[in-house]
């Protein structure tokens, strides 16, 4: 038999928008003192539009840029491959497609090699491009992309996300029952930065490659802290798991949904103090 404590928690959780998947960790979930946010897809919409691209050279159009660009993400899941794609008109035909995990994309058109990459991989790969040239946009907290031409830096694009309107709500509520809250990011610093004054952050991990976002919750578990992790893409996993509570967003990757130990079914960051307050009710809250 169902204890009578667990089948109206969860008859609880559902009408507040909450899967609860495993239930020891709901009853971890009164004792949160820290939440974790990955940034794209949770606390924004993840729906990325491109607003600028910059050529660096006068022999390349803006409408190859993109082309070029799009042709590759067309092979790609990405949130930012998504934005490229509608942008573009047309695409080229692209072969040998792979993905750099948290870096980019990669493949080969009509025999020139292309990537799409983040502003970390041409640094690591010590690849030049016009700094002088993205300061206005980087200034603006805008997501930037580089377009490599047989390894050289030919434009970049830079697009935009927008923060989801209930997660600053949901980040000053938290953040009063005293509740760290923090992001976590693939993207790059500007970005994150804006982010984080937009939503009233107390800390954020930019640059964090998706292998690296697990390590990231440790530091702050040993810091002491009771660790809620939310997140929505395949990079989140590893994150989610070791969290001590792993929150999907329902409109997630399956990878997420399947790993978390709470789901907010209908993707709303404001959900998550139903999930502190519900475990509190059922379960006491622990001094
Ligand atoms: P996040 O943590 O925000 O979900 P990711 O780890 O998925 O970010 O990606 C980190 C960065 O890597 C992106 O901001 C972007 O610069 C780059 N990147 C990853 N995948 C792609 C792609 N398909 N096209 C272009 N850039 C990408
Ligand atoms: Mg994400």
Wanted: aromatic share 4%.
């Amino acid at each position: 038999a169902i204890p009578l404590v667990v089948a109206v928690s969860a008859a609880i959780g559902a009408r507040n928008g909450l899967l609860i998947r495993n239930r020891t960790a709901f009853e971890r979930a009164r004792n949160i003192d820290a939440i974790v946010f990955d940034k794209t897809g949770t606390l924004t919409k993840g729906e990325f539009g491109v607003s600028d691209i910059i050529p660096f050279d006068k022999g390349i159009k803006n409408e190859d840029i993109l082309r070029y660009a799009a042709s590759i993400e067309s092979n790609s899941e990405h949130p930012i491959a998504k934005g490229i794609i509608e942008a573009a008109e047309q695409t080229y035909q692209v072969e040998k497609f792979s993905a750099i995990p948290g870096k980019g994309a990669q493949g080969t058109v009509n025999g020139k090699d292309v990537k799409v990459v983040s502003p970390g991989y041409l640094e690591e790969e010590g690849i030049s491009y016009p700094k002088e040239e993205l300061k206005e946009i980087n200034g603006q907290g805008k997501t930037v992309v580089f377009v490599l031409l047989g390894g050289k830096a030919v434009g970049a694009i830079a697009l935009e996300d927008v923060v989801r309107p209930e997660s600053k709500e949901a980040v000053g509520k938290l953040r009063e029952m005293g509740i760290k809250c923090i992001m976590l990011t693939g993207d790059q610093k500007q970005v994150a930065e804006r982010v984080a004054e937009q939503i009233g952050l107390d800390e954020y991990f930019a640059g964090v490659l998706p292998g690296e976002k697990a390590s990231r919750i440790k530091e702050v578990q040993d810091r002491g802290s009771v660790v809620a992790m939310v997140g929505d893409g395949i990079n989140d996993a590893p994150a989610l798991a070791q969290a001590d509570i792993g929150v999907a967003i329902g409109a997630g990757t399956d990878v997420a949904v399947e790993t978390a130990d709470i789901v907010l079914v209908k993707s709303n960051p404001l959900d998550v103090l139903a999930i502190l307050s519900l475990s509190r009710a059922t379960y006491g809250k622990m001094v």
